[in-house]
């Protein structure tokens, strides 16, 4: 077993990943007034980072601001284009308090809060403001959380360098909070029907306007109760649950309509890296073949550091 893939049971620590979750859709959508809309909502995402998971630059006071979560030394922390600094610490709180918080560390970089209102994509959201029920704050859960982010972000983004078409960048989603990778088959898809629990149809209908084939890594909740990675398609393709990709470990799950494979049978394995990959590419490669995707014009060979592809 890999030292680099952590244990990360998530029923120990379901209650400081919640709070974690709502924390960062809250830094999220500071983000989402600030920057300029990009396609499929990704100017909105957080990004693995040396420390913890970060916004990158915004647009805002001096000229621009980062926010990061650093889950290990465990504060959110401000820097300014100007130089200015700011930084509290994460641990026991409310929603209602860690909101607070935030907002002064924004004034104190002289960037602009504004009505962060109440979380997308979580069953009965309370406003920020108004959620003041204590949350615990579990330091070597969230230290080991980041430790398998780091594992999982090395192989996504190895992963999406045999992709020629478009595709995303590896980023986490704080409204369902899962780090992501997704592939475009470069054709408009149908419709989407919306529906998804606080959300606005016209944010899911541009989200899903492309066919797309989506990779990613829970790690608990939004309907299963352990680390999880999933895989699924839209529109999904007939015969798409029918089909066994690898490892054996992996399966259909007919509730969410999707691929998942244990990350504790990733973690187990003797080449986690390896199986992370085979469940990766066998899952795309269904997507691709049954939704009829131009393969031969999409893909390439694996990336190597140091060596163009050949052209």
């Known amino acids: 077993m890999s030292s680099g893939w952590p244990d990360i049971p998530y029923e120990s620590w379901r209650e400081t990943c919640s709070a974690l979750h709502l924390y960062t859709q809250i830094v999220g959508k500071y983000?989402?007034?600030?920057?300029?809309?990009?396609?499929?909502?990704?100017?909105a995402t957080f990004y693995v980072d040396a420390r913890g998971l970060t916004t990158s630059l915004i647009p805002d006071g001096p000229g621009g601001v980062q926010i990061t979560f650093d889950l290990l030394g465990h504060t959110?922390?401000?820097?300014?284009?100007?130089?200015?600094?700011?930084?509290?610490?994460?641990?026991?709180m409310s929603v209602a308090s860690?909101?607070?918080?935030?907002?002064?560390?924004?004034?104190?970089l002289d960037a602009a809060p504004d009505d962060f209102g109440k979380p997308n994509e979580v069953p009965n959201p309370i406003p920020f403001t108004e959620d003041h029920v204590e949350r615990p704050y579990d330091a070597e859960a969230v230290a080991r959380y980041f430790q398998a982010l780091v594992a999982v972000d090395r192989v996504f983004k190895?992963?999406?360098t045999s992709f020629l078409g478009k595709d995303s960048p590896v980023h986490l989603f704080w409204g369902s909070f899962d780090l992501a990778v997704t592939r475009f088959s470069g054709r408009a898809a149908p419709r989407h029907p919306g529906g998804v629990p606080a959300l606005p149809d016209s944010v899911t209908r541009e989200a899903y306007s492309h066919e797309v084939?989506?990779?990613?890594?829970?790690?608990?909740?939004?309907?299963?109760?352990?680390?999880?990675?999933?895989?699924?398609?839209?529109?999904?393709?007939?015969g798409f649950e029918a089909a066994q990709p690898s490892p054996a470990a992996a399966y259909f799950d007919e509730k969410l309509g999707e691929f998942l494979l244990p990350y504790d049978a990733v973690r187990r394995s003797s080449d986690p890296e390896t199986t992370l990959m085979d469940f990766l590419d066998s899952t795309y490669r269904v997507a691709a073949d049954l939704g009829g995707w131009d393969r031969a014009a999409l893909e390439c060979s694996v990336g190597v550091p140091r060596h163009p592809r050949q052209v």
């Open 31 to 43: 983000r989402l007034a600030r920057t300029p809309w990009v396609n499929h909502s990704w100017h």
């Open 76 to 92: 959110v922390t401000g820097a300014a284009t100007d130089g200015r600094r700011a930084e509290f610490a994460l641990g026991r």
């Open 98 to 108: 860690f909101h607070t918080r935030f907002v002064d560390l924004l004034r104190s």
């Open 158 to 160: 190895r992963f999406r």
């Open 213 to 238: 084939s989506s990779a990613g890594f829970w790690p608990g909740g939004n309907g299963v109760d352990s680390p999880a990675f999933y895989s699924y398609a839209y529109p999904k393709p007939e």
